[in-house]
T-cell receptor, first 111, second 111 residues
């Protein structure tokens, strides 16, 4: 059974204070790892897909990296508008693209 | 550019009542999904439809039924609502090997 564990559950940062969120996964075979951002009262918004160990993707202040056992979402010089819940999900294969989600990390960035 | 639209946004039911949650996407995606999101838990897949005319059970299908009405629309029905089905329900859609795109959810309370 696929498992996804995100840590920490909650993270509070000062504006400009860089940090990383962790997503550890156990799957039979990784087809893709996904990061989403979720704002209160909204649905998850797609950020990145990573397919193989060593891959990195960047978008503004966010950079996602992937190893064989975990993924990190690095946040550089965060701003208050980066406050959200960040979700990690894995696709372990099959033809129907089913995702297994972690519980998320609630990030709060204080001005 | 609406993406994935869910109706209603909020609903309160009494135990034993029935209702249908509606979902429509305008991205011409083949696959559609229904998830529920509960506090302290990750998104859990209820049912999915890999393509028009097909539906399959996900992780937590008990108490639910679905209908893929056409390529655009995928509905979720609660035949006899129970308090344990109080949750936020998200619909998503995707194309093969592409990220899932989510609606903004239906917040359902069952008294």
């Amino acid at each position: 059974e696929d498992q996804v564990t995100q840590s920490p559950e909650a993270l509070r940062l000062q504006e400009g204070e860089s940090s990383s969120l962790n997503c550890s996964y156990t799957v039979s075979g990784l087809r893709g790892l996904f990061w989403y951002r979720q704002d209160p009262g909204k649905g998850p918004e797609f950020l990145f897909t990573l397919y193989s160990a060593g891959e990195e993707k960047e978008k503004e202040r966010l950079k996602a990296t992937l190893t064989k056992k975990e993924s990190f979402l690095h946040i550089t010089a965060p701003k208050p508008e980066d406050s959200a819940t960040y979700l990690c999900a894995v696709d372990s294969g099959g033809s129907n693209y089913k995702l297994t989600f972690g519980k998320g990390t609630l990030l709060t960035v204080n001005p | 550019n609406a993406g994935v639209t869910q109706t209603p946004k909020f609903q309160v039911l009494k135990t034993g009542q029935s209702m249908t949650l509606q979902c429509a996407q305008d991205m011409n995606h083949n696959s559609m999904y229904w998830y529920r999101q509960d506090p302290g838990m990750g998104l859990r897949l209820i049912y999915y439809s890999a393509s028009e005319g097909t539906t399959d059970k996900g992780e937590v299908p008990n108490g639910y039924n679905v209908s893929r009405l056409n390529k655009r629309e995928f509905s979720l029905r609660l035949e006899s609502a129970a308090p344990s089905q109080t949750s936020v329900y998200f619909c998503a859609s995707s194309e093969v090997d592409q990220p899932q795109h989510f609606g903004d959810g239906t917040r359902l309370s069952i008294l």
